[in-house]
């Protein structure tokens, strides 16, 4: 598409833990998926904002009404503070590529956004209503669409990007894909956090954590099969600050998503034509910050290989590559598309 | 490349296809509430009115399988009232979709009031003060102030006497209440939270709200999973709007009144969640937690009876103001 001073197009990666964007002046931001309000009139005097979004809100989290708006990678439903919640983090996200939301001489924006691979028609109208106003023009694509365009993996490829809501499947078969080549799973990141916190708390029941420790612990330390090292966090007991070893209940939880994912993968690939599974098999992309966890493409391409072998790669960089993508189709659909899909 | 050019097009189609497609129903959703409001909105109204019933009913029987019969037709009433919008109707003939407000000419004739619990206490603050006797406190003097105004008011009971949540349910279905109020106070970790919440019907991933409704639905019989089961199911369901839009006037009337007497308190919003007596009821119906008596400084203010009368007062306003909006919204679609 050709692009002009007065129009920016934007990739946006919508996710329950972090979101990312990827602007077409260059700009690629990535923020913790929080929004925070000021709970009284001395918390506001302290953080002098209104409103605090991603990692500032999170530090600041005992003075704010926080919410991590986007449950499955949708807005939530229920309450109007997480609408109010994702259109601050859209716009905050906007205004990291320079976009100031009453600016003189603000171009147009033209917003791709990511969503979950089976999020379903409502949802998708309901954030479509959300971002009104924040976006001058806006599509949606599934998640691991976005990354597989971004990729140029369009033929014979199965992305899966698991976040922290969700796990999202897509097999890529040279056409836009239909319900049937997508699967969306709740087994993701935060099931794993879910996991660990309750098998932490078994073994120590007295023992004093949040779950911002279990996500940080698992952003550090997680992996599935043998561990490297002990894993030795610490802990406030009874008052008193106490080591512990979590190294069994980490592989427990990170491993608790490899049933689901593995037969997920295999129900999917089972699907494909059977000529082109084989080159299905040898092209799995793995994306999205769960992706990261260490041991997780060797876990996977041991399942393939009793479904006769195949190939599994992690993306280069899984926290642009959903945003990257969606760049990328922004980038690429013409102007006469756009005015289709005006807000 | 010119290959993966020809792919990269051919996929962008579809994309552009897609979102165009949900962008129709967006719009569709918008011309249609226009245009019945204008005029035509008689008979497809009536249809959809008369179908509610069925959907609500199917939407309750935890066994049925086979998707509700009634979406069609609802749908179809719709069609024939937008013949400009025929072909992005015809895609979604068989969805079920949210009906609108307009299309359901109906006024507020009955309310019922429940107060929450009776015989079992409920909540119970540190110094004794039980969430059973507030909750009827407050319906007796809801009761009171709406003597006069257009609508019989109802209360579940009158004594401190237990009464299961179906007999609450099969109450105000059987006495064709057009709106349903059950009244609540909360108990709440840690204790220095003062909140009102505000409650209609819908599925919650909220772990506390899931705590709460497991609370609150104690004596139904059936399990929270059972119940979530079937909300997935009936969130379209006309009477979800009709119950967000009077849990909204609610909460607003009663944070604004209670706010001067009770600077802390905190409006914690309105939410969903799978509360039996807001299952089973077919009408517009919330569940309000009106305090929280796990704070002793709250509990303290609602042994006052002026803060209880405030309380109410709030709750009537917020009944007057959905019923008059009822009303309007009637008097416009007639003209």
Same mark, same amino acid.
């Given at each position: 598409m050709e692009e002009t001073n007065d129009t920016l197009c934007v990739g946006i990666d919508?996710?329950?833990s972090r979101s990312s964007i990827s602007a077409s002046n260059g700009e690629r931001h990535v923020i913790d998926s929080y929004v925070g309000w000021p709970v009284d009139m001395v918390a506001r005097k302290l953080v002098k904002k209104a409103v605090l979004v991603g990692r500032d809100a999170l530090d600041n989290r005992s003075m704010l009404d926080l919410?991590?708006?986007?449950e499955r990678g949708v807005v939530k439903e229920g309450s109007e503070k997480d609408h109010e919640a994702v259109q601050e983090l859209v716009r905050y996200l906007i205004s990291l590529v320079g976009?100031?939301?009453?600016?003189?001489n603000k171009p147009k924006v033209r917003a791709v956004v990511g969503v979950p691979a089976e999020a379903f028609r409502v949802s998708r109208q309901h954030l479509r209503s959300t971002i009104d106003g924040v976006a001058d023009n806006l599509m949606m694509v599934s998640e691991p669409f976005a990354v597989a365009y971004g990729l140029e993996a369009l033929l014979h490829a199965l992305v899966i990007d698991i976040g922290a809501g969700t796990a999202d499947f897509c097999v890529m078969?040279?056409?836009?894909?239909t319900e049937e080549d997508q699967k969306t799973l709740p087994n993701a990141g935060d099931s794993i956090d879910e996991q660990l916190m309750k098998l932490i708390r078994e073994r120590h029941p007295d023992a004093q954590f949040s779950i911002h420790m279990i996500r940080e612990w698992k952003e550090k330390h997680s992996f599935v099969g043998e561990p490297k090292d002990r894993i030795i966090v610490s802990v406030p007991i009874r008052g008193k600050a106490t080591e512990i070893d979590i190294t069994q209940e980490m592989r427990t939880a990170c491993e608790s998503i490899l049933p689901p994912v593995c037969e997920t993968l295999a129900t999917l690939l089972m699907k494909v034509e059977p000529e082109y599974q084989d080159k299905v098999r040898n092209n799995v992309i793995l994306a999205g910050?769960?992706?990261?966890?260490?041991g997780l493409p060797a876990a996977i391409t041991k399942v393939l290989q009793e479904l006769g072998g195949g190939r599994v790669s992690v993306v280069n960089d899984p926290v642009f590559a959903g945003s990257d993508g969606s760049l990328a189709i922004a980038r690429d659909a013409s102007p006469a598309d756009w005015d289709k899909l005006s807000l | 490349m010119a290959g993966i050019d020809d792919t990269k097009a051919q996929l962008l189609r579809g994309v552009v296809q897609d979102n165009i497609n949900v962008l129709r129903d967006v719009r569709v959703g918008r011309l249609e509430r226009r245009k019945r409001r204008n005029g035509s909105w008689l008979w497809p109204g009536l249809i959809a009115a008369g179908l509610t019933s069925l959907v609500i009913s199917w939407s309750v029987?935890?066994?049925?399988?086979?998707?509700?019969?009634?979406a069609a037709p609802v749908q179809q009433g719709a069609a024939s009232a937008s013949d400009a919008l025929e072909p992005a109707l015809a895609e979604t003939f068989f969805e079920p979709k949210p009906i609108d407000r307009g299309t359901i000419p109906l006024s507020i004739k009955t309310v019922v009031i429940d107060p929450g619990h009776g015989g079992d206490p409920g909540a119970t603050s540190a #110094? +004794?003060?039980t969430e059973k006797e507030i909750t009827l406190d407050v319906a007796l003097r809801l009761r009171r102030i709406l003597q006069g105004a257009p609508f019989k008011v109802l209360l579940t009971?009158?004594?401190d006497r237990f009464m299961s949540l179906d007999k609450r349910v099969n109450f105000a279905n059987e006495n064709k209440a057009d709106l349903f109020l059950s009244i609540h106070v909360n108990w709440m970790e840690p204790h220095s939270i003062r909140a009102l919440e505000t409650y209609y019907v819908g599925p919650t991933d909220d772990p506390a709200t899931l705590e709460l409704a497991s609370r609150e639905n104690?004596? #139904? +019989?059936?399990?929270l999973s059972d119940y979530k089961k079937i909300l997935e199911k009936i969130y379209v369901d006309v009477r979800r709007d009709e119950s967000r839009a009077l849990a909204y006037t609610i909460s607003r009337r009663l944070y604004r009144s209670l706010k001067a007497h009770n600077p802390k308190l905190e409006n914690r919003g309105v939410k969903t969640a799978p509360f039996v007596v807001l299952i089973g009821t077919q009408m517009p119906a919330i569940l309000v937690?009106?305090?929280?008596?796990?704070?002793e400084d709250e509990a303290e203010l609602l042994t006052t009876e002026n803060y209880r009368e405030n309380i109410a007062m709030a709750l009537a306003k917020g009944i007057r103001s959905y019923a008059h909006a009822f009303k309007v919204a009637d008097r416009k679609a007639v003209h």
């Open positions: 919508l996710g329950t919410r991590r708006p986007l976009i100031k939301p009453k600016g003189k078969q040279g056409h836009y894909p910050g769960t992706s990261l966890i260490a | 029987l935890p066994k049925t399988e086979s998707p509700p019969v009634s #110094s +004794g003060l009971r009158e004594t104690k004596d #139904s +019989g059936y399990s937690e009106i305090a929280c008596l796990s704070n």
